[in-house]
């Protein structure tokens, strides 16, 4: 497991004990570590379960993170396009927020009066994660299109979590 200091985890994706068809990549500069991961395979829009990477993390700190990643869009000239995977996190509660504004992935926004459902895509469990530039590495993590929401998870006790990416977008990078 990766291992908690101070309030935060720092994971090197291209580090996962199966790769699952993602492929460790060297097409995008300022990848810290030995390269970034790129979804070269089929795109995944509105299934979970493809391309599945698993991370553990221990965390000795309870209490309440900000997920943020280094993402870009690796094809095309539209930074909106090719720029976005699903992400699960086990925590105690796992959700997006704004000023004003809670979603949770679906099924667990359905019937909750304290979350909505984001906008655009959330299955399983899941959020779509989007952001970053086009062959540009950024720090952002969003869910919900068009409604930006930055993402959570709250862990209540010390223990070992998991944190699950799958892919959806084709030359979504991963650094």
């Excluded at 991961?37 to 795109?43: A, D, V």
């Amino acid at each position: 497991a990766y291992l908690e200091e101070d309030g935060l985890v720092v994971i090197e994706m291209e580090n996962a004990a199966q790769l699952n068809g993602w492929e460790v990549a060297y097409t995008i500069a300022g990848a810290t570590g030995s390269g970034h991961i790129n979804w070269t395979g089929n795109q995944f829009f509105g299934q979970t379960g493809n391309g599945v990477l698993r991370y553990f993390v221990r965390i000795s700190t309870p209490g309440t993170y900000r997920f943020e990643w280094r993402v870009a869009g690796g094809f095309g000239d539209d930074s909106t396009l090719h720029n976005d995977s699903w992400l699960k996190i086990s925590g105690d509660n796992f959700y997006g927020l704004k000023t004003n504004s809670q979603v949770k992935p679906r099924p667990a926004c359905q019937g909750d009066p304290d979350y909505d459902c984001p906008e655009g895509s959330s299955s399983n469990g899941f959020f779509k994660i989007y952001g970053g530039g086009l062959n540009n590495f950024q720090w952002a993590a969003r869910t919900s299109d068009n409604d930006a929401h930055q993402i959570y998870a709250t862990f209540d006790a010390p223990g070992v979590y998991e944190i699950e990416v799958n892919a959806r977008s084709s030359y979504h990078s991963i650094d």
